[in-house]
């Protein structure tokens, strides 16, 4: 099975700059990778699919990238709403895994 | 809009079997893969299985296979997931979540709100 591992666990950042996420698979995913979102108590938002396609109704400061191993989701300036833990998917290969989060708190 | 609605969740204890449903409206049920993805209390989500739009092939984690199946009736619009030899690891919150296609992995643009399954004696 692939490995996803997300960098940093945590990161804290104050409203308004901006977060950069990382996401690293064990093996090749080519382009595909999917990007959530996760608040308390919600379930899981997709943010951005196919590594850099946002998805329906998804603002325009969140935008992926890459390809192959290396993957990020980039928050060009980060709005209250914005706080939140961030899952990166493999869906290259069945069985589809995650990383293990990247949370974003306020600093 | 999409609406996916789990229920079944509950206590069960240790070896014990539980089944999932999640009903889906306000879309052509049939033309997507669905699945099921957990979340252990405070911890990450976990890809469960997945079931393609006929229903003619099912994906399971390692862990799952064998003690979980993945159904669904189209004609329902009804996504399930019987589980057996419930262990105490398998407490979480069960997700139903729809796939942007009709078969092979890929990315989930619909999730339901989830369900409980507590495994405990």
């Known amino acids: 099975e692939i490995v996803m591992t997300q960098s940093p666990a945590t990161l804290s950042v104050s409203p308004g700059e901006g977060a950069t996420l990382s996401c690293r698979a064990s093996q090749s995913v080519h382009s595909n990778l999917a990007w959530y979102q996760q608040k308390p108590g919600q379930a899981p938002r997709l943010l951005i699919y196919d590594a850099s396609t946002r998805a329906t109704g998804i603002p325009a400061r969140f935008s992926g990238s890459g390809s192959g191993t290396d993957f990020t989701l980039t928050i060009s300036s980060l709005q209250s709403e914005d706080f939140a833990v961030y899952y990166c998917q493999q869906c290259n290969n069945w069985p589809l895994t995650f990383g293990g989060g990247t949370k974003v708190e306020i600093k | 809009e999409v609406q996916l609605l789990e229920s079944g969740g509950g206590l069960v204890q240790p070896g014990g079997s539980l089944r999932l449903s999640c009903g889906a409206s306000g879309l052509t049920f049939s033309n997507y893969i669905m699945s099921w993805v957990r979340q252990a209390p405070g911890k990450g989500l976990e890809w469960v299985s997945g079931?393609?739009?006929?229903?003619?092939?099912?994906y399971y984690a390692a862990s799952m296979q064998g003690r979980f199946t993945i159904s669904r009736d189209n004609s329902k619009n009804t996504l399930y997931l019987q589980m057996h030899s419930l262990r105490a690891e398998d407490t979480a919150v069960y997700y139903c979540a729809k796939g942007n296609y009709y078969y092979g992995p890929g990315s989930y643009d619909w999730w339901g709100q989830g369900t409980l399954v507590t495994v405990s004696s």
């Open positions: 079931i393609s739009g006929n229903g003619g092939q099912t």
